[in-house]
């Protein structure tokens, strides 16, 4: 696997970026809802869609912990499923990816 820590720095700037912005949107859930009834309607929605947010971005994260867990064991770049490579232009897309190209295409 070429250039690990390449691979480990970008994963740990994702990292930070995904804890800034769930950090931002703890925030923003948590700050004081409007006293008008159609505002807190329309700020119950924007709650919801930050929620799903946060948990796309916690998600991400656990993915990213996995990677960066591979890098340490030595079996980063190495499909979890059938043990082949995956592709530089899939970790390039996906620097978290645990599955090679036909895995994911067979899920």
């Known amino acids: 696997m070429k250039d690990l820590a390449h691979y480990k720095d970008i994963l740990l700037t994702r990292k930070r970026e995904l804890y800034g912005r769930l950090n931002r949107i703890e ?34 994260l656990e993915a990213i912990d996995a990677a960066l867990d591979r890098i340490a064991a030595g079996t980063f770049g190495t499909c ?28």
Do not use: Y
Not at 34 to 50: H, M, Q
Not at 90 to 102: F, K, N
């Open 27 to 60: 925030k923003d859930l948590d700050t004081l809802k409007s006293g008008d009834s159609g505002d807190r309607a329309i700020e119950r929605e924007n709650d919801e869609v930050l929620e799903e947010f946060g948990t796309t971005g916690l998600k991400e």
């Open 80 to 107: 979890a499923k059938c043990g082949e490579p995956i592709s530089p232009a899939r970790l390039a897309a996906v620097p978290h990816a645990a599955l090679c190209e036909e895995c994911i295409a067979r899920q």
